[in-house]
Nanobody, 125 residues
Framework: QVQLVESGGGLVQPGGSLTLSCAAS????????IGWFRQAPGKEREGVSC????????YYADSAKGRFTISRYNAENTIYLQMNSLKPEDTAVYYC??????????????????WGLGTQVTVSS
């Protein structure tokens, strides 16, 4: 059973930074495209970023460009999402997802196979 665990969320002031982690237990993420998604209360889930299995391709939604950086360290079996210059509108539950065949850039409506339970990010003063 594939298990993804997100961590690193929390409360941060506007303009602050957080680094989210997505780790897997009992299987290797090396061959998986990883996507980061978020869902704010009352809103639909939106794709934020993705990274290809080899790490050579990355994608950012317009809302994340210039502020977020996705990276992967296969030796650690972990994917990171560095988030800088956070805004109140970044407040959401952030999820990572893994899929061997998922395209990156994110394809609208593509159903990733495996999901974590999410980590809450709250940006507020």
């Amino acid at each position: 059973q594939v298990q993804l665990v997100e961590s690193g969320g929390g409360l941060v002031q506007p303009g602050g930074s957080l680094t989210l982690s997505c780790a897997a237990s009992r299987f290797s993420l090396d061959w998986y495209t990883i996507g980061w998604f978020r869902q704010a209360p009352g809103k639909e889930r939106e794709g934020v970023s993705c990274i290809s299995s080899g790490g050579s391709i990355t994608y950012y939604a317009d809302s994340a460009k210039g502020r977020f950086t996705i990276s992967r360290y296969n030796a650690e079996n972990t994917i990171y999402l560095q988030m800088n210059s956070l805004k109140p509108e970044d407040t959401a539950v952030y999820y990572c997802a893994a899929d061997i065949e998922a395209p990156c850039p994110l394809a609208p409506g593509y159903a990733y196979d495996y999901w974590g339970l999410g980590t809450q990010v709250t940006v507020s003063s």
